[in-house]
């Protein structure tokens, strides 16, 4: 027997993408042109503490917002969607 409803698209379904996942893949790009900066310096990066990597990554990531643009486009293609919170029975 024929319905009269139409299968929906999955393009037509609305996912947000995870901001956590979007705030960590900006920090690991900021965080390798850091690196990449203090190679090209001729700085060995395995000699250079991990929380002054950090700290200028966040300066970095400070100065160059379009990191985020790039974290959320790179989080949509990875499927990296927010899960549906439980709702509460009270």
């Known amino acids: 027997m024929a319905s009269n409803s139409l299968p929906q698209s999955t ?6 993408v995870s901001a956590s996942a979007v705030h960590v893949l900006a920090r690991l790009a900021a965080r390798r042109a850091v690196q990449e900066e203090l190679r090209s310096r001729g700085v060995r990066v395995s000699l250079v503490k991990p929380a002054e990597i950090s700290a200028r990554a966040q300066v970095y990531l400070q100065s160059h917002p379009e990191l985020y643009r790039a974290g959320f486009e790179r989080a949509r293609l990875m499927g990296m969607y927010e899960k549906p919170r439980r709702q509460r029975i009270a």
């Open 11 to 16: 393009l037509d379904t609305f996912q947000p």
